[in-house]
């Protein structure tokens, strides 16, 4: 059973910094794309982040790139979502997810596309 558990979430200021972390367990990821998405109150779960396990192909959403990266341990299952520069309107519960079609396109930003999801972890960011 493939599971994914996030942590690193937290309260921090504008402008600070971030780690999240999700370790990923049950299966063998080599040919999956690895997701981070996040969902404010009274919004829908929106595209951040994903990557190939390989690390060949990535994609960001336009309001995180040059702030976020998204990245995989070599010697551990898990994917990283470092986070700069931090604003209030990056608050909201981050969620790991998987897609294991093994496609060869581009990371897909639908959240429908992806198979497991972690139970999220919170951020609040203050101003």
């Known amino acids: 059973q493939v599971q994914l558990v996030e942590s690193g979430g937290g309260l921090v200021q504008t402008g600070d910094s971030l780690r999240l972390s999700c370790v990923v367990s049950?299966?063998?990821?080599?040919?999956?794309?690895m997701a981070w998405f996040r969902q404010a109150p009274g919004k829908e779960r929106e595209f951040v982040a994903a990557?190939?396990?390989?690390?060949?192909?990535?994609r960001y959403e336009d309001s995180v790139k040059g702030r976020f990266t998204i990245s995989r341990s070599a010697a551990a299952d898990t994917v990283y979502l470092q986070m700069k520069s931090l604003k209030p309107e990056d608050t909201a519960v981050y969620y790991c997810?998987?897609?294991?079609?093994?496609?060869?396109?581009?990371?897909?930003?639908?959240?429908?596309?992806?198979?497991?999801w972690g139970h999220g972890t919170q951020v609040t960011v203050s101003s």
């Open positions: 049950g299966g063998t990821f080599a040919r999956d794309i």
């Open positions: 990557m190939s396990w390989r690390g060949d192909r990535y």
């Open positions: 997810a998987v897609d294991r079609k093994q496609r060869s396109a581009p990371p897909d930003m639908r959240a429908d596309e992806y198979d497991y």
